[in-house]
């Protein structure tokens, strides 16, 4: 069975400060997707990123960067120079297993507060 | 493109009564919808999952006859929750997968229904 573990439940920071998001994953298959999701207040999720298994490259997108490392199982999310506008929660989530119905799994989310 | 409408988007209705909540995919076709339940401060928790034209697949410990679920094209899918009580208050959201596309998925907005 996949799980998808956020140890972090809140985490406050000022702003400009950089922040890293934790997501440790279990699975059992070898091919599967780990993505990250945004729910500001209004509760819409926002896709961030999605990375296959295959592909350990890591990724910057302007301020947000992923780490992946298959080795222990982490998919960690960094915001560099925080702004107020990224307070959210924030999901790490994993589907498994190529098919018509991949399922996500999501963690239990990280609610970043960013102080101005 | 990919976008994803839910309708309503807010619901009251008071216990016993029954609410439908439609989830759209506008601008593509969608093969499978997962519907997703949300608990404040909580996680996305898989309710089903429903391939158009046939009948939706159930999540351990959802009730089949309570939560009714209809995909009958490939734009939509509906949520009916029955004979409705307070504890089925919670943020109901979809999501659509393309056809072909299983790793993808589009989330709509959100349902918050709140059963009086």
């Known amino acids: 069975a996949q799980k998808v573990t956020q140890a972090q439940t809140e985490i406050s920071v000022v702003e400009k400060e950089d922040v890293t998001l934790d997501c440790v994953y279990e699975?059992?298959?070898?091919?599967?997707?780990l993505f990250w999701y945004k729910q500001p207040p209004s509760g819409e999720l926002v896709f961030l990123i999605r990375?296959?298994?295959?592909?350990?490259q890591n990724e910057i997108s302007g301020r947000y960067s992923w780490n992946f490392q298959k080795s222990t199982s982490s998919f960690n999310f960094t915001i560099t120079a925080s702004q107020v506008v990224d307070s959210a929660v924030y999901f790490c989530?994993?589907?498994?297993?190529?098919?018509?119905?991949?399922?996500?799994?999501f963690g239990k989310g990280i609610t970043l507060s960013v102080r101005p | 493109g990919a976008v994803v409408s839910q309708h309503p988007s807010w619901v009251i209705c008071k216990s016993g009564t029954s609410v439908k909540i439609e989830c759209r995919s506008l601008?593509?076709?969608?093969?499978?919808m997962f519907w997703y339940r949300q608990f404040p401060k909580q996680s996305l928790m898989l309710m089903a999952t429903?391939?158009?034209?046939?009948?939706?697949?159930?999540e351990q410990g959802v009730e089949k006859d309570k939560f009714l679920i209809n995909h009958a094209s490939l734009t939509l899918s509906t949520l009916t929750v029955t004979s409705a009580h307070p504890e089925d208050s919670s943020f109901y959201i979809c999501?659509?997968?393309?056809?072909?596309?299983?790793?993808?998925?589009?989330f709509g907005p959100g349902t918050r229904l709140t059963v009086t």
């Open positions: 601008d593509f076709q969608a093969t499978t």
């Open positions: 999501s659509a997968q393309p056809g072909g596309k299983v790793y993808e998925q589009y």
């Open positions: 699975t059992r298959d070898t091919t599967y997707y």
């Open positions: 989530a994993l589907s498994e297993a190529p098919g018509a119905n991949s399922k996500l799994t």
């Open positions: 429903s391939n158009e034209g046939s009948k939706a697949t159930y």
């Open positions: 990375r296959n298994s295959f592909d350990e």
